[in-house]
């Protein structure tokens, strides 16, 4: 079974700091990983999409990892802001036709803090 | 990018009866999806929204029950039908351009069934 599976479930931190999402999966085919940030009442906006070859990817402040062998993304946030409260999902798309389906993880809520 | 508008934003419905949700989208694509985001939990695929013909649903979800049209490459809707209190959900318009595997979505549109 296709499963997303993202860690920790929820997290505080200070503004200013630094912190570190994981996401483990099992897909196949694996296509892309994708990571996106949902604050509260809006939809899903896409942050960074990364295939079987790309190591890492950054967008700002935000940088996100992959190893395939260990099917292991992290999304690494450096000097977090108020702004970066939200729900951060890790979504890895299956197959390797046009219509890929998503599998979307449960998402980590993060809350920065003054 | 695709900009995406879904209405209406929220509306709070009595049980038994019927909501239609529209979607538009500025630009055409070529995929448009309805997901289900139900209190704390991530995005669950209702359906993918075909042009001009029937939409196809994922297991556990049907025709009957969520109906969908797409009459043409920019525009869906969703109708909730016979609603139930365990229908109160964010319900979510997704689409996919030609030439990119970035999936945009809509704002939501958050139902309360009382």
């Known amino acids: 079974k296709n499963q997303v599976e993202q860690s920790p479930q929820s997290l505080i931190i200070l503004e200013g700091k630094n912190c570190t999402l994981q996401?483990?999966?099992?897909?196949?085919?694996?296509?892309?990983l994708r990571w996106y940030k949902q604050d509260t009442g809006r939809g899903p906006v896409s942050l960074t999409i990364?295939?079987?070859?790309?190591n890492t990817k950054s967008n700002g402040r935000y940088t996100a990892t992959l190893d395939a062998d260990t099917k292991q993304s992290s999304l690494h946030i450096t000097a977090s802001q108020l702004s970066d409260s939200a729900s951060y999902i890790c979504?890895?798309?299956?197959?390797?036709?046009?219509?890929?389906?998503?599998?979307f993880g449960g998402g980590t809520r993060v809350l920065v803090k003054p | 990018s695709a900009v995406i508008s879904q209405k209406p934003s929220r509306d709070i419905c009595q049980r038994g009866t019927s909501l239609t949700i529209q979607c538009q989208v500025d630009?055409?694509?070529?995929?448009m999806f309805w997901y289900r985001q139900q209190p704390g939990q991530s995005l669950t695929l209702i359906a993918t929204?075909?042009?001009?013909?029937?939409?196809?649903?994922e297991s556990g979800f049907v025709i009957d029950k969520f109906p969908i049209s797409r009459p043409n490459l920019t525009f869906s809707t969703l109708t909730v039908s016979n609603m139930s209190p365990e229908d109160s959900s964010i319900y979510l318009c997704?689409?996919?351009?030609?030439?990119?595997?970035?999936?945009?979505f809509g704002p939501g549109t958050r139902l309360t069934v009382l």
């Open positions: 997704s689409a996919k351009g030609p030439g990119t595997d970035t999936q945009y």
């Open positions: 996401c483990n999966y099992t897909v196949s085919p694996f296509s892309n």
């Open positions: 990364m295939t079987f070859s790309e």
């Open positions: 979504v890895v798309s299956v197959g390797r036709a046009a219509g890929n389906k998503l599998t």
């Open positions: 630009s055409q694509v070529t995929m």
């Open positions: 929204a075909n042009q001009g013909s029937e939409a196809t649903y």
